[in-house]
């Protein structure tokens, strides 16, 4: 078993859709967690990041870590065609370790 | 700009060679790390280095080294060792000393085995 699983998609949605992306996690003692987004032949940028449990909201972007269940989630509301990208999810205590990353695409 | 260059852009090695990948940081960066990307398994940590003259292996060490011998730089040399060398490179950096350090990563190098 992974220590991150995320669904490598192809995730594909009309524009103006909300997208739900998710990663599962098997470390316990993981703290941060973070949503990478990386375009095409590009390096990863940090989109999110959070500690511990809870929401974080920045505009359309939603963070939620669920510490109970080892689940994370990232929601993208009203999707814009320039959202197209792969997300990447990470968590870090000591190391950081990365999901597979969720290709999604939004369609005009 | 501050940011990370990592140069080139694409490298194509024939085989029983070694190539060196560069990262370069203008960022007064501490920490830095070289991580390989495949389809489906995402970032795979090779080597990271918290201060000049030192560096760890990473999860997948075998067939690569490195030098961090100034703050700035911290090349990678895949060699003939590595046995399945063709995937894309990300070299990141960060601070140290705190409790959450963002990874900044730099554009990539795509390294394909001829």
Wanted: hydrophobic residues 30%.
């Amino acid at each position: 078993q992974k220590e991150v699983e995320q669904d490598p998609g192809p995730l594909s949605v009309p524009e103006g859709a909300i997208v739900s992306l998710n990663c599962t996690y098997s470390n316990s003692a993981f703290q941060y967690f973070m949503w990478y987004r990386q375009y095409s032949r590009k390096g990863p940028e940090l989109l999110m990041y959070t500690y511990s449990s809870g929401n974080k909201e920045d505009g359309r972007f939603t963070a939620q870590v669920d510490k109970s269940s080892k689940y994370i989630s990232l929601f993208i509301r009203d999707s814009q065609p320039s959202d197209s990208a792969t997300y990447l999810c990470a968590m870090k205590e000591d190391d950081m370790r990365f999901g597979a990353g969720t290709r999604l695409t939004v369609k005009p | 700009d501050g940011g990370i260059t990592q140069s080139p852009k694409y490298l194509f090695r024939k085989e029983g060679q070694n190539v060196t990948l560069s990262c370069e940081q203008n960022l007064n960066h501490d920490a830095m790390y070289w991580y390989r990307q495949d389809p489906g398994q995402g970032l795979r940590l090779i080597y990271y280095s918290q201060i000049v003259n030192d560096f760890q292996k990473g999860d997948i060490a075998e067939g690569y080294s490195v030098s961090r011998e100034k703050k700035e730089s911290f090349p990678l040399t895949v060699t003939s060792a590595q046995k399945n060398p063709t995937a894309f490179y990300l070299c990141a950096s960060s601070k140290t000393g705190v409790s959450y350090n963002e990874q900044f990563f730099g554009p990539g190098t795509r390294l394909t085995v001829l």
